[in-house]
Each structure stands twice: as C-alpha cells, then as structure tokens.
C-alpha cells in the first residue's frame, strides 16, 4: 500500500538556514513549502529558534526591524496598498522592492500593480467562484484591510524563485489545520532574470494562480502532504490561465523520474532536482479533472481531515475519487493513468 513518503526531515537548524539562504538570494528553494514547514514547527519552537522562525515568516512590511533583513528598507508608497475586491498590493517606490512606476491610465497606481490586482481577481474568480473553492481563511486586519489577501511586490528574480505564499507567524493553531496567509511576488519579472518568458504577464499570472491556491490550501489544511500541494497548485495555474501551458517546464523532469514514487519530497534539501516530481505530477490531477471534472480535485482537499490518517493525500483522493464514481478508488485510477503515461518520453 502507498505510504506517506514526503515529510520534511529537515532539522530545525536546517529549515531556518534553508530559508534564510533563499530570502538572501543564495539560493533557488521554492519557499512555499519550507515556510510552511516553519509555521508548523512554531508552536513548538522556543528562544533563538522561535525568534528567528517568526522573523522569517514576518511580512516585508516589517522592514529593518526584521533581523533577517528581508522586508522593506523604505515605507509603503504612496497609495499602497492599492485593494480590490478580495486583494490589497503592496509595494515601495524606491530601492530594489519597486515595481515599475509608469501609470499610463493616469489612476495615480502603477501599471504593474493594476496588472498584478487583475491577475489576483481573476485567480479569484475562477478558483473560488467557478470551480467552488472555499474563501481563504480571513487575516483579519493584517496587512491594513479587513479580511483581504495581502500581495507584497519584492525583488525575488535572479534567485529562482517567482513567488511563495507564507501563513503569518502571529496566529494561533486553532487546532483544524486552518491557517491564514498572504503572498509576496516578483516585482517585475524582467527578461534578464526570467528569460523563457516573452512577456513578464505570463509569469505574474501563473504565479498567482499557483500561489494563491496554496492561499486556499492553507485554509482547509496545511499539514497536507507536500506533493498534494504542488501538484494540485500547478494543476490551477493551468485551469486559471490556459494559455500558459507552464506546467511543460516540469514533464521532462517527470517522465526521467518514473521509478520514485509521485509522493516523494526531499525536505531535507529542497533543492533537490528530483523535487520536480511533485510539481510534473500536477498531470495526475489533469488526468482526474479529465475522466471526473474539477470538482474531484476540490473534493479531494475537502476530504483532507476526514481520512484515517487525516492530511494524507493517497487517502484523500481515494475518497473523493470513489465519490466521484470511480469504483477502484486511488488504486484504480493510478493504474489506469500509469498504463496511459508509460510511453511517454523525456
């Protein structure tokens, strides 16, 4: 039988400096997952450890008084956050952090965050009013709006990473796996450090779609297996924004990958090249979406807390397969969709 494969094995000591490397630009770590391994670890963290663990999930907004140094230098523009419907945007004018400041439309907001708030809103609009996901989990007043999704533009490029969505370090673990967060994303996304991109639109949307997923996910549980999360984020980008096809980057890692089980992460070293399964694997839940519709991937997160164990994503998807009309469960469909991708090559 399958078995929980990916939790992270890191080290505290190693989780901290893991992150810190990355926030510095020394190293390419997609950051989701090991934040949220640190807002696990919290609770149980004490001294140096706790500090450090809740300097590093501070948001950019705290500035210099972050002793990790990677929030803002400067305060807010003006006019920031710029907030929508279900957004607010954040950015600084000047320093490294600014996105570009040209305001063709003359709304007094930068075209780059206008752009930024239409990609979030239309994450929204497909991810919670289309496809039934649930609403985030409200931050409250963080961030300076009621119950709204904070995006902080920051310089990321040149590290690797596009973005990563991190749960605020100041909640308490109400004990259902239930936990609010917010998003910081590249503040320009220019060819020079995002070269397989003709325009930086496409990279800004897929990024929110993928990130803010992991918004929602963060909601429902996020003690989830690793490889749920990102195979379940790279599957939204694509139903978000369908023209992308982003996801093509990860299947030549894939199909190289066929002996080591779709459940493995490498915690330990998240830069591990052959951490690239989980996110190729977002065709395991195309396939699904294909033979059942969308809904079975949402019902598969929805079954996240009721398994036996709970936050174990072979047995959420069984499920919400078997629900969904598929007899033979997770074992069944795996089958069929491991007979149909056997010829795949690299």
Known sequence: PPTQADATTASTPQLLKQVRRALAGRSATDLTPVMREL????????????????????????????????????????????????????????????????????????????????????????????????????????????????????????????????????????????????????????????PQYESPTTPLEVTLAHEYNHILQFGIDFNQDTWMFESTAVWMEGRVFPAAFDYLQYLPGWVQLTAQPLTTFNGTDPNDRRNVKVYGTSVWNKWLDARYGPDVIRTAWESSLVTKPASFAVGAYDRSIRKSGGGGGFGGEFGRFAAASAEWQG
Do not use: M
Request: proline share 7%.
């Open 39 to 194: 807002a696990a670890r919290l609770p149980g963290l004490h001294g140096s450890e706790r500090r450090d663990a809740q300097a590093l999930l501070a948001r950019p907004t705290d500035g210099e008084a972050d002793p990790q140094a990677s929030g803002y230098t400067v305060g807010e523009a003006p006019g920031s956050p710029s907030c929508s419907a279900h957004f607010c945007v954040h950015w600084v004018a000047s320093t490294d952090d600014a996105p570009d400041l040209t305001d063709n439309s003359g709304n007094g907001i930068p075209d780059y965050v206008d752009t930024t708030t239409t990609a979030a809103e239309t994450s929204h609009a497909v991810e919670n009013d289309q496809l039934g996901w649930r609403e985030p989990k409200s931050d409250g007043p963080e961030g300076g709006s009621v119950a709204k999704v904070d995006i902080y533009l920051k310089q990321l490029g040149g590290t690797g990473i596009y973005g990563y969505a991190a749960p605020d370090p100041s909640q308490a673990n109400e004990g259902d796996n239930s936990l609010y967060a917010y998003l910081v994303i590249d503040n320009d996304f220019q060819k020079s450090e995002f």
